[in-house]
């Protein structure tokens, strides 16, 4: 049983107004906060993980390279979008929730005010690292010992990779790849004006980072941006190392690909990925130590606006931080917490027997990926297994044990069904390929549905002895993707429930096209009935209150901004439903509002897991509904994509994610308050210190215990 008491969001001091949202709405609607707003609250809160000095050195340099690359992304979608969107006509603008133009603004303040902490921030680390004897240097700090060693490695590895891009008039826009780092450089003609050129670091075939020989105790690092400063002569005579700024084009990387019922999706987009970085420019980022000359030069040839630039530092790119040499200390990492294992299910001749027994919760990345991995070699192995269906949306790039096991199912001669989402942004590539060898192995290979993304992540498998037929089914709320279920925390459900495991079955027969609807009794379906059953849950909530009696709701999820369910949302919050909440990230909710929202509480936890299951639990009369889901809150998830969230029925596994949800809410350590104004304050640590991502695992521990 879980209890609905819990601490409401602080007013605001006097005198602080909360953001403007920048929404245009009749003042009688409800208040939103804006998406791209929230979103850059969001990573504000991977920075404040940085400034967190529990968490160990190496850890905090990798959430600045998480911040670089969320950035990069919002960049490519987000401000691309928006950018698209202001350049509509003002009628047509008219017809949206917010002034585009004005949101763009709003996010360049913050952007701007977000980039000198992160770069303040980095400087602060380079001094840490120093305490222990590791030094990150520049080309003016290089001692001659270190100047002969990269001098070597300069001429063997790095200047056969230099191809300068010289810039003239006459060759009309240059082109730079999209998230790639230039030098830009410039010297004088022997008539006195400047030649221009720009120079690629071939940082997809070398490190980023490189560590020298050690001196003593010490370790010294530089980066390949700063070896091409110190030998840059070597290529251009005339240029010193100090008139070198590093320059980076972030550009569209949306895929256009519009409600389409005719032609070859697949074929579609192959053409766009291969256009994918001809997007338009949507930030330059350059060193802002360059003269004005020389930036107007640049914006000149590449074709840019002054809505383009985006002034930085010395160095782009910080999500290459990801790969910074570590050159002796484990002590500088977060302690390994070894993925636990269920003892039962270890004992099981095979996994199919267990399932047959009872269902079972796995909990990633507390729990070992073994046993999905195990599920479908066993499914491809056993000879009473005949048919495989499974929806892909994103698989492990390299190696991938799941298609390797579903190759090897289609090989055995098993009828193998695959559904291949290759609208997965930036996936795309990676899920063409993986179909392309199941195609080859036998199996049939479903692609996209026009008008939907199919983001549900299931597998059933159909099992046939002794003219009996079982069929064993797997929900999760992530991917199929045993390298991101290390990091990324999910929930993933073993049942060989007749009731589920049929209506799975429904589910596959519309991605087959051989239904137009979907009418299931305990799945909710999006697009088909999940909406509608989710206000259901949330009116039967607000119905039990005005009956004098109970009503409470959690949930747990990546985003919420869908318009209607948050305004159901308030309506359940006025009629004085308790709502917990924990979003990672977008909320567009405002909570704490009086006459809106004052019974809405939302916490945010970043950790060393990023949180990635939904989880919708309610009281629902003390009979305790609860769903885990791949589907968030937001209008795309709801309207636009197949989603699948399924009950969790068993009494026992039902109470462990209540549990989980418990000791979420309980955070003191990394949970942050979602508020109006988007302050990012940590919940008040009060009690007993309760970090839940380290609090969970122990919990599963105990009720798990290890040989």
Same mark, same amino acid.
């Given at each position: 049983?879980?209890?609905?008491?819990?601490?409401?969001?602080?007013?605001?001091?006097?005198?602080?107004?909360?953001?403007?949202?920048?929404?245009?709405?009749?003042?009688?609607?409800?208040?939103?906060?804006?998406?791209?707003?929230?979103?850059?609250?969001?990573?504000?809160?991977?920075?404040?993980?940085?400034?967190?000095?529990?968490?160990?050195?190496?850890?905090?340099?990798?959430?600045?390279?998480?911040?670089?690359?969320?950035?990069?992304?919002?960049?490519?979608?987000?401000?691309?979008?928006?950018?698209?969107?202001?350049?509509?006509?003002?009628?047509?603008?008219?017809?949206?929730?917010?002034?585009?133009?004005?949101?763009?603004?709003?996010?360049?303040?913050?952007?701007?005010?977000?980039?000198?902490?992160?770069?303040?921030?980095?400087?602060?680390?380079?001094?840490?690292?120093?305490?222990?004897?590791?030094?990150?240097?520049?080309?003016?700090?290089?001692?001659?010992?270190?100047?002969?060693?990269?001098?070597?490695?300069?001429?063997?590895?790095?200047?056969?990779?230099?191809?300068?891009?010289?810039?003239?008039?006459?060759?009309?826009?240059?082109?730079?790849?999209?998230?790639?780092?230039?030098?830009?450089?410039?010297?004088?003609?022997?008539?006195?004006?400047?030649?221009?050129?720009?120079?690629?670091?071939?940082?997809?075939?070398?490190?980023?980072?490189?560590?020298?020989?050690?001196?003593?105790?010490?370790?010294?690092?530089?980066?390949?941006?700063?070896?091409?400063?110190?030998?840059?002569?070597?290529?251009?005579?005339?240029?010193?190392?100090?008139?070198?700024?590093?320059?980076?084009?972030?550009?569209?990387?949306?895929?256009?690909?519009?409600?389409?019922?005719?032609?070859?999706?697949?074929?579609?987009?192959?053409?766009?990925?291969?256009?994918?970085?001809?997007?338009?420019?949507?930030?330059?980022?350059?060193?802002?130590?360059?003269?004005?000359?020389?930036?107007?030069?640049?914006?000149?040839?590449?074709?840019?606006?002054?809505?383009?630039?985006?002034?930085?530092?010395?160095?782009?790119?910080?999500?290459?931080?990801?790969?910074?040499?570590?050159?002796?200390?484990?002590?500088?990492?977060?302690?390994?917490?070894?993925?636990?294992?269920?003892?039962?299910?270890?004992?099981?001749?095979?996994?199919?027997?267990?399932?047959?027994?009872?269902?079972?919760?796995?909990?990633?990345?507390?729990?070992?990926?073994?046993?999905?991995?195990?599920?479908?070699?066993?499914?491809?192995?056993?000879?009473?297994?005949?048919?495989?269906?499974?929806?892909?949306?994103?698989?492990?790039?390299?190696?991938?044990?799941?298609?390797? =096991?579903? %190759?090897? !199912?289609?090989? +055995? *001669? @098993?009828?193998?069904?695959?559904?291949?989402?290759?609208?997965?942004?930036? #996936?795309?590539?990676?899920?063409?390929?993986?179909?392309?060898?199941?195609?080859?192995?036998?199996?049939?290979?479903?692609?996209?549905?026009?008008?939907?993304?199919?983001?549900?992540?299931?597998?059933?498998?159909?099992?046939?002895?002794?003219?009996?037929?079982?069929?064993?089914?797997?929900?999760?709320?992530?991917?199929?993707?045993?390298?991101?279920?290390?990091?990324?925390?999910?929930?993933?459900?073993?049942?060989?429930?007749?009731?589920?495991?049929?209506?799975?079955?429904?589910?596959?027969?519309?991605?087959?096209?051989?239904?137009?609807?979907?009418?299931?009794?305990?799945?909710?379906?999006?697009?088909?009935?999940?909406?509608?059953?989710?206000?259901?849950?949330?009116? =039967?909530? %607000?119905? !039990?209150?005005? +009956? *004098? @009696?109970?009503?409470?709701?959690?949930?747990?999820?990546?985003?919420?901004? #869908?318009?209607?369910?948050?305004?159901?949302?308030?309506?359940?919050?006025?009629?004085?439903?308790?709502?917990?909440?924990?979003?990672?990230?977008?909320?567009?909710?405002?909570?704490?509002?009086?006459?809106?929202?004052?019974?809405?509480?939302?916490?945010?936890?970043?950790?060393?897991?990023?949180?990635?299951?939904?989880?919708?639990?309610?009281?629902?009369?003390?009979?305790?509904?609860?769903?885990?889901?791949?589907?968030?809150?937001?209008?795309?998830?709801?309207?636009?994509?197949?989603?699948?969230?399924?009950?969790?029925?068993?009494?026992?596994?039902?109470?462990?994610?209540?549990?989980?949800?418990?000791?979420?809410?309980?955070?003191?350590?990394?949970?942050?308050?979602?508020?109006?104004?988007?302050?990012?304050?940590?919940? @008040?640590?009060?009690?007993?210190?309760?970090?839940?991502?380290?609090?969970?695992?122990?919990?599963?521990?105990?009720?798990?215990?290890?040989?």
């Amino acid at each position: 049983m879980i209890s609905p008491e819990h601490t409401l969001p602080e007013p605001l001091p006097a005198g602080v107004l909360p953001l403007k949202t920048e929404e245009v709405m009749p003042a009688t609607t409800y208040d939103f906060n804006d998406r791209d707003v929230s979103w850059l609250a969001f990573n504000y809160r991977v920075l404040q993980e940085v400034k967190d000095m529990s968490v160990p050195l190496y850890e905090r340099i990798k959430f600045l390279a998480i911040y670089s690359s969320n950035m990069d992304e919002f960049f490519k979608i987000r401000v691309a979008y928006l950018r698209g969107l202001a350049t509509l006509k003002k009628k047509t603008q008219k017809k949206l929730y917010f002034d585009p133009a004005k949101v763009l603004q709003q996010v360049k303040r913050i952007v701007q005010k977000q980039r000198a902490e992160y770069l303040q921030l980095f400087k602060n680390l380079t001094e840490e690292l120093k305490q222990h004897h590791i030094y990150f240097i520049s080309n003016e700090e290089v001692s001659q010992d270190q100047y002969n060693f990269l001098k070597e490695y300069f001429y063997t590895y790095v200047m056969p990779l230099l191809n300068p891009i010289y810039i003239h008039e006459n060759i009309g826009v240059v082109f730079l790849q999209s998230d790639t780092i230039y030098h830009a450089v410039r010297f004088p003609d022997n008539e006195g004006d400047y030649v221009y050129a720009l120079i690629e670091i071939p940082t997809h075939s070398l490190p980023r980072f490189l560590l020298m020989p050690e001196v003593g105790d010490r370790y010294y690092i530089i980066s390949l941006d700063d070896v091409i400063r110190l030998f840059i002569h070597q290529l251009f005579p005339r240029v010193s190392p100090d008139e070198v700024y590093s320059v980076k084009m972030t550009r569209d990387a949306e895929l256009y690909i519009y409600d389409e019922y005719t032609g070859n999706l697949v074929d579609k987009i192959k053409k766009s990925l291969a256009k994918r970085n001809l997007g338009v420019p949507s930030r330059f980022l350059y060193d802002s130590r360059m003269p004005d000359d020389f930036l107007r030069a640049l914006k000149k040839a590449l074709g840019l606006t002054d809505a383009d630039l985006v002034a930085g530092g010395r160095y782009h790119n910080f999500r290459d931080l990801m790969n910074f040499p570590n050159p002796f200390s484990p002590a500088l990492e977060n302690e390994p917490l070894p993925a636990l294992r269920i003892k039962e299910l270890d004992e099981s001749p095979s996994i199919f027997e267990a399932i047959e027994k009872r269902d079972w919760l796995i909990h990633f990345p507390y729990q070992t990926y073994d046993y999905l991995s195990r599920f479908l070699w066993e499914a491809a192995e056993n000879p009473h297994v005949s048919k495989i269906r499974i929806s892909l949306y994103r698989v492990a790039v390299g190696n991938s044990r799941v298609v390797s =096991a579903l %190759i090897h !199912a289609a090989r +055995a *001669g @098993k009828e193998v069904t695959v559904f291949i989402e290759v609208k997965a942004r930036f #996936d795309e590539e990676n899920n063409i390929k993986w179909s392309n060898e199941l195609v080859r192995a036998g199996a049939k290979v479903l692609y996209s549905i026009p008008g939907l993304k199919v983001h549900s992540k299931t597998c059933v498998v159909t099992y046939r002895q002794n003219g009996t037929q079982k069929r064993y089914a797997y929900f999760g709320t992530g991917n199929f993707n045993e390298k991101t279920a290390r990091i990324y925390g999910d929930i993933g459900l073993f049942t060989a429930d007749p009731q589920l495991t049929d209506e799975l079955l429904t589910h596959y027969d519309f991605l087959r096209r051989k239904v137009e609807r979907i009418d299931s009794k305990e799945l909710l379906i999006a697009p088909h009935n999940m909406r509608k059953q989710i206000y259901q849950l949330i009116q =039967a909530e %607000i119905d !039990a209150v005005k +009956a *004098g @009696k109970k009503g409470y709701i959690i949930l747990k999820m990546n985003s919420i901004q #869908d318009r209607e369910m948050i305004e159901k949302l308030y309506e359940a919050s006025n009629a004085g439903v308790k709502i917990d909440m924990i979003v990672r990230g977008i909320c567009c909710l405002k909570p704490g509002i009086k006459g809106q929202s004052e019974n809405i509480r939302i916490i945010s936890i970043v950790d060393r897991f990023l949180e990635h299951a939904r989880c919708y639990y309610f009281y629902h009369g003390g009979e305790e509904l609860l769903y885990c889901s791949s589907a968030d809150f937001m209008t795309r998830n709801l309207s636009d994509r197949v989603e699948v969230a399924f009950p969790i029925k068993n009494p026992d596994l039902k109470q462990e994610v209540i549990d989980m949800l418990q000791i979420q809410l309980s955070d003191n350590q990394k949970s942050r308050i979602i508020d109006a104004r988007f302050s990012n304050k940590y919940v @008040k640590r009060k009690g007993k210190p309760v970090r839940a991502q380290i609090a969970f695992y122990e919990y599963l521990k105990n009720k798990y215990p290890q040989e």
